[in-house]
């Protein structure tokens, strides 16, 4: 059996069946994509799912650990074996495409979201984030 103890919402799993973590901040767009991408390809269920909310003690939790191990806190992130971690919601796309054999250009819903929703967020997104450390720094 595998021996398990989890670490400020990060699970540290000691076992030959590692399931990949995927690590999702709710309110990121880059997350949906990634999501967008695992459900439309069948791969959902390949994974455990850890979702943390901004501005949340789990939140800073999670960010501590990931600034830890990857130097900044990235969402979303995969733990794709016990304590490594992979993350940037392209990377980890062309990854598990790859490793599959998915052409990501052939899932429809994924296209949608990329080339219209996708941008438009990442603008919200951003500026969102700008008036936010405008208001920190006030």
């Known amino acids: ?35 967008i991408f695992l459900h439309e390809a069948g791969l959902s269920g390949d994974f455990r799912y850890l979702t943390v909310h901004g501005d949340t003690e789990e ?5 501590s650990i990931l600034e830890e191990t990857l130097g900044e806190a990235s969402f979303p992130t995969v733990e794709t074996a016990s304590g ?16 599959h054999g998915i052409d990501r250009s052939a899932l429809a819903l994924l296209t949608y979201y990329e080339g219209g929703v996708f941008p438009a967020m990442t603008s919200l997104f951003k500026e969102n984030q700008a008036l936010k450390q405008e208001l920190e720094d006030a």
């Not at 670490?7 to 880059?30: A, D, H, M, N």
């Not at 939140?59 to 960010?63: F, K």
């Open 84 to 99: 490594e971690f992979m993350s940037g919601s392209d990377d980890l796309i062309d990854h598990y495409a790859d490793k």
């Open 1 to 35: 059996a595998a021996e398990s103890t989890v670490s400020k919402g990060v699970s540290r799993v000691s076992s030959k069946s590692f399931t990949p973590r995927v690590i999702l901040k709710q309110e990121c767009p880059f997350c949906l994509k990634l999501m």
């Open 59 to 63: 939140y800073e939790e999670v960010r």
